[in-house]
């Protein structure tokens, strides 16, 4: 999917006045990192801040920040789109990450996705139908040593994974509430192409 | 296990992370000596300890640094490539996750080496929350101690360290694609030269050193000990000190094991990781990442020194070594280390992202069942075509594994092709 027609100038805040908050003083300590006049080089960290809040990069939101940075819409949705983490669409509340990759192909992660399949009734890049999971396949996650592994909601480890631990782990996320994401269209001029 | 321990000693001790136990183990100890020194002499006991770059390439550390000082425009800097994303590598992981401290102690020297005042340590976007959570306390302790900040234990000397992550890009483990992206843009490898140490060719321009994790977290080390004495630990001429092999696949214990530079993967093998698992035997080994070129169980008796492998055909490279046992065919195999790798191309030049994307087709459909004997000799072909001709290293090292497996496995490939 290629957001279109993004307008450069002043950009509406897409947060809620806790969200702005948090992404505000994140945003912060992100640009203090860097020389005076290299501010735009936290646009990674800021598009990291804007799926903290909203799971996702809505279109409005990316306008935003290239506001915020002094960085045009292009270069915004360039980044956006060569990263992998990013998020162009919304996903599940949690999100499954099997990792692919030759030692856990070796240990049997193809075993691992198919089992995640078969729970979860999707395949790779899609979410179930209440909105509860994603699943995608990933590359290797430097867990080599605790082939097959896994990774839950974009930053926890799940290791040596095996049948039982994979049905623990989906059940114990099924009952959690999970990350809100930011509703699609919503004020967006996002066109699917 | 056997063999002097440096970057592991204190891992299995409770709390190995934490500053306390650091220094209980005689930790930033080095930082004052070296702060002691003439920026000059700490380079030279590098150059001396023949300490290679563990990033992958393997290139000497002290020359790198004296090519930074040898640059006249400042600012300098010292960025760390904590990008870890090569598959079959997981060691820097597991040093920012156990010791944390002593990585930051060879940093901060590292930066004095190179007078450096401004460091980043570029880490990859999944570790957010467990690896650099940890480096992060270390940081902001080290601040504490005044390791870190105006006037490093009164030595007149200034450092600002920060942590920063990237967002999802193997790519980005190339360290002129992680400079774009730690100036903010997508991590499309740059032109070179100029070289990240020279002006014009690193962070913002400015003449760079940039580091592997492990490399650092071994200076502390070389500056106790002395460049010499540290040289000596390594078993091959120009290998210095000890090498965190990161071993995964079919072994009994897979894990990070610390050796002599140089060990013989065999040995690597049975004396570390108990051998293969019940009931394998040793079909194949990748000796240095997806990237490397691969080895017959035959070859397991050749050492894991950077310039042993280079002399073969192979390489050292990020110290991944994977076991393979029978089970694996190693078409199936490739298969699996092209699709990484044709997601991985950036796609900026051509005989990348097309080759690796057609060699990709290829070995799908080879191990579909669907290819013919002259598949086969296409990836070959193709691979060979992709060599030498692009921006970084990533063709040369997708083209590597395709050939090598082709010619050291032919038969797993005919197995599946028909004619």
Redesign the interface.
């Known amino acids: 999917m290629i957001p279109l027609a993004t307008k450069a100038g002043p950009a509406p805040s897409p947060f809620s006045p806790e969200q702005q908050k948090r992404f505000d003083a994140g945003l912060e300590k992100a640009v203090a990192?860097y020389?005076r006049e290299?501010r735009?080089?936290?646009?990674?960290?800021a598009?990291?801040l804007v799926q903290d809040e909203l799971g996702w990069l809505p279109e409005p939101a990316m306008a935003y920040v290239g506001d915020l940075?002094e960085?045009p819409p292009v270069?915004v949705r360039?980044?956006a789109t060569?990263?992998?983490?990013?998020r162009l669409r919304p996903v599940g509340r949690h999100h499954i990450g099997v990792c692919?990759?030759?030692?856990c192909?070796?240990?049997g992660s193809t075993s691992v996705l198919r089992r995640c399949e078969e729970k979860l009734g999707i395949r790779p890049g899609e979410t179930t139908r209440d909105g509860q999971f994603s699943l995608e396949e990933v590359?290797?996650?430097?867990?080599?040593?605790?082939?097959p592994a896994l990774?839950v909601n974009?930053?926890?480890?799940l290791e040596k994974v095996t049948a039982e631990s994979l049905d623990q782990l989906l059940a114990d996320l099924g009952s959690q509430p999970g990350k809100q994401m930011a509703p699609a269209g919503a004020g967006s001029t996002e066109t699917e192409r | 296990m056997s063999g002097p321990r440096i970057l592991t000693a204190a891992w299995d001790e409770p709390e190995s992370w934490s500053l306390a136990r650091y220094r209980a183990s005689g930790g930033y100890k080095s930082l004052p000596k070296a702060l002691g020194m003439q920026p000059q002499q700490i380079v030279d006991e590098v150059v001396k300890a023949n300490l290679r770059g563990r990033g992958g390439a393997g290139f000497p550390t002290g020359m790198k640094w004296n090519f930074v000082r040898k640059e006249t425009s400042f600012p300098k800097y010292l960025v760390v490539n904590a990008d870890e994303g090569e598959p079959g590598t997981f060691k820097d992981r597991e040093i920012l996750l156990r010791s944390p401290h002593m990585f930051l102690e060879g940093l901060i020297i590292g930066c004095y080496a190179v007078e450096c005042h401004l460091t980043y340590v570029y880490c990859r976007g999944e570790f957010r929350q467990s690896a650099m959570q940890r480096l992060q306390s270390a940081v902001d302790e080290a601040y504490a101690e005044g390791f870190l900040g105006k006037n490093i234990l009164g030595s007149g000397f200034d450092l600002e360290a920060h942590c920063v992550f990237g967002a999802g890009a193997y790519i980005c483990g190339e360290e002129t694609a992680m400079l774009e992206s730690l100036e903010g843009r997508k991590g499309y490898p740059r032109l070179k030269p100029p070289f990240p140490a020279n002006a014009g060719g690193g962070l913002f321009k400015q003449p760079t050193a940039v580091n592997n994790v492990e490399t650092l977290a071994n200076i502390p080390a070389i500056v106790e000990m002395g460049g010499e004495a540290f040289d000596k630990i390594g078993l091959v001429p120009k290998n210095g000190g000890t090498r965190l092999y990161a071993v995964s696949g079919h072994v009994k214990k897979p894990g990070v094991y610390e050796a002599p530079m140089g060990i013989s993967f065999r040995k690597l093998l049975d004396d570390y990781c108990g051998g293969m698992r019940a009931g394998s035997t040793l079909k194949a080994i990748i000796p240095g990442g997806a990237s490397s070129a691969i080895l017959t169980a035959e070859e397991a008796d050749w050492a894991s020194d950077f310039d042993t492998l280079k002399a073969k055909k192979t390489m050292a490279g990020s110290g991944a070594v994977v076991y393979f046992d029978q089970s694996v065919n190693m078409a199936q195999a490739l298969a699996n280390i092209m699709r990484f790798f044709a997601h991985e191309s950036c796609g900026q030049c051509t005989p990348c992202r097309e080759g690796t994307a057609w060699l990709s087709r290829l070995l799908d459909k080879i191990v579909a069942g669907k290819g013919e004997k002259q598949d086969v000799d296409n990836v070959h072909q193709i691979a060979r075509q992709m060599e030498m001709k692009t921006i970084c290293a990533l063709a040369d090292g997708a083209a590597m594994p395709a050939k090598s497996y082709i010619d050291k496995f032919r038969a797993d490939f005919d197995a599946l092709v028909r004619g």
């Open positions: 990192k020389p290299r735009k080089a936290a646009l990674i960290a598009l990291h940075l960085v270069r360039e980044v060569f990263y992998t983490m990013y692919n990759s030759i030692s192909w070796a240990m590359a290797c996650l430097a867990a080599c040593g605790g082939a990774l974009n930053f926890t480890y």
